[in-house]
């Protein structure tokens, strides 16, 4: 059974509650105490990982790894285009009728400002 604290996961080992852990060899409970310092490490790190995904991306283009394994490409809508590899690599391989198509069609096609 997993025993979370703060951002560590142990797992329970050799006791069988929290009483006397302190006494059991291996005991998660009572192994996985952070100091002080650590914590304070910990939640400054996380302060600042939090300032940075607060700050607006606009404008910028990033690309992550969904949740299931498709690439997400994110800041060239309100969402994110989502496809998977296969699908990325054909579309890729198109860049060229796309562009042809996009210039035969510019009278026709609005331009986002």
Known sequence: ?????????????????????????NC???NS????QELKTEIERLRAENES???????QTSLKVSEK???S?????RFPVTLYREQWEKLLNMADDIRNF???????????E
């Open 102 to 112: 996009i210039q035969q069609n510019d009278r026709l096609l609005k331009k986002k």
């Open 33 to 36: 105490v952070a100091t002080e």
């Open 73 to 77: 490409v994110y800041g060239l809508g």
């Open 28 to 30: 998660a409970i009572s």
């Open 1 to 25: 059974m997993p025993i979370r604290s703060g951002f560590w996961e142990k797992r329970r080992i050799g006791c069988i509650d929290f009483r006397g852990c302190s006494t059991v060899p």
């Open 69 to 71: 394994g498709a690439l």
């Open 53 to 59: 995904l607060k700050k607006p991306t606009r404008g």
